[in-house]
């Protein structure tokens, strides 16, 4: 007797902890971006760069991501904040092309709730576009589950990059193309999915755009094209992990 109601007790407790994973897992909250990302297009040559002002409401599980472009190899030491906190790089997003043309990113998890400037300090004089995207419903552990860039000089497209990614996962591609003398490479760049953000422009011959799409499934396609002409360009993508209604998420994983 002790036996057969031990082992309805054991079922019981394996289907209670199955339906508690699926409302976990059913609880997969929307990586949503809070508000207008801050485009803005360094108007001066410098190794500090400060964007306009970015605002950060009080959602739940908030990052900034904070992708850039960049008119000479500056190198992948820079530094950049948010109201007075360090944002860190992503490990694999810098890319430069032959042409000194540069594609970057950082992320900072937690940002304050607050209205301020993201502020960039890069190794050589050069300048600088800036999109910092502010987002929230992000695990706040290891958000970044994969990475991957690319790199071209001529061509009027991108070959697709492909990034390892899990159903929810927020998905953000940017390119920088750019032309020597100041000409400009022409615009209308456009991504082969998602919803593209702003596209930016500066003296240089340098244009900048994002854009972003949610996962559907294990892997995320992502490339673009519209230029006339270039002597650099680099695309990088990054796939961001969602927080689940406790502010976790069941499995990260990264192939780089």
């Known amino acids: 007797m002790q036996k057969f109601f031990g082992k309805f007790f054991t079922i019981g407790l394996l289907l209670s902890l199955g339906a508690l994973c699926g409302a976990l897992l059913a609880a ?13 297009t360094e108007a001066g040559t410098d190794t ?6 970015l605002t950060v409401a009080s959602n739940s599980y908030r990052l900034l991501f904070m992708p850039y472009g960049d008119t000479s190899t ?14 860190t790089h992503v490990t ?11 594609g970057d990113c950082m992320i900072l998890i937690a940002p304050d ?21 502010s987002l929230y419903n992000v695990v706040q552990t290891s958000p970044v589950r994969d990475v991957d860039t690319e790199s071209g000089t001529t061509a ?20 920088v193309v750019r032309r020597d003398a100041g000409a400009d ?26 854009a972003w799409q949610i996962a559907t499934g294990t892997t995320t396609t992502v490339g673009w094209g519209g230029w006339t002409a270039s002597n650099g360009w680099v695309h990088i993508a990054v796939s961001i992990a969602p927080a689940n209604a406790a502010g976790v998420v069941t499995m990260s994983r990264r192939r780089r």
């Open 156 to 175: 009027t497209s991108t070959a697709d990059l492909t990034l390892t990614t899990v159903a929810g996962d927020w998905v953000g591609s940017c390119i």
């Open 74 to 87: 500056i190198g992948n030491n820079t530094t950049g904040d948010f109201n007075g906190d360090a944002a």
């Open 28 to 40: 997969i909250l929307t990586i949503t971006i809070d508000g207008t990302p801050d485009a803005f």
């Open 92 to 102: 694999g997003c810098y890319k430069s092309s032959g042409a000194s043309t540069v």
């Open 113 to 133: 709730v607050a209205t301020d400037a993201v502020d960039l300090v890069v190794d050589v004089s050069s300048r600088v576009l800036q999109m910092p995207i």
């Open 185 to 210: 490479p022409g615009s209308g760049l456009a991504p082969d999915g998602g919803t593209q953000l702003e596209e930016l422009y500066n003296s240089l011959g340098t244009r900048f755009s994002c």
């Open 48 to 53: 500090t760069h400060t964007s306009a002002s």
